[in-house]
């Protein structure tokens, strides 16, 4: 079961008392888990799905690792990992948008890039503040269990994804 036990014996949190239990909620069709850390980190699984969400890239490789020693019997599709910068300057996205592409009887609210399993969206998310979404997913052929991604290193993957959107927001964008 996804508990506080769990993330506790693993040593992904220190004690029961990082756990903000007003949020937290466990069940046999899932759980909700909000950890009263500096990286907003939230943990949220579903029969379907398993979702970490943290500012800290090694409370998702950490997480990614207790799932695949302590429930090495879960089926997975695919792995995602999504990012976000953000990018504040005076009209950043008309300036940035007007790089890419120029329209005289429309306004752009938005540009997604993609490429192979990396995707990348450009949005104004508040006035003069650029924010720049990634996603990077390995889908599998198959369903296979977590314990057969023995050659898969989610620390490697994560980093992949970082250099890619940097690469991205440094050369293309010329950010």
């Known amino acids: 079961m996804f508990d506080e036990k769990l993330l506790v ?3 992904f949190i220190s004690s029961s008392k990082s756990i903000d239990k007003s949020r937290y909620q466990i069940s046999s ?3 909700y888990i909000s950890i009263n850390d500096d990286k907003s980190t939230t943990i949220n699984v579903s029969i379907t799905q398993i979702i970490i969400y943290s500012e800290s890239i090694s ?3 950490d997480f990614f690792n207790i799932v ?3 429930f090495p019997n879960t089926v997975i599709e695919k792995i995602s990992y999504k990012s976000a910068i953000h990018r504040s300057e005076k009209d950043i996205f008309k300036t940035t948008s007007a ?3 120029k329209s005289s009887i429309m306004n752009l609210e938005e540009i997604k890039f993609k490429k192979g399993d990396l995707s990348i ?3 104004e998310c508040a006035k ?3 924010h720049i979404d990634h996603r990077n997913i390995i889908a599998f052929d198959t369903k296979i269990q977590i314990s057969e991604l023995n050659d898969f290193d989610i620390n490697t993957f994560i980093q992949k ?3 890619n959107v940097n690469d991205f927001v440094t050369n293309e964008l010329k950010l």
Request: charged share 40%; no cysteine; glycine share 8%.
């Open 99 to 101: 790089k890419l592409v």
């Open 29 to 31: 069709f899932g759980s």
């Open 59 to 61: 409370k998702v490789a």
């Open 128 to 130: 003069d503040r650029l």
């Open 161 to 163: 994804s970082i250099d």
């Open 9 to 11: 014996d693993n040593g």
């Open 121 to 123: 969206e450009i949005y």
């Open 68 to 70: 695949k020693k302590d």
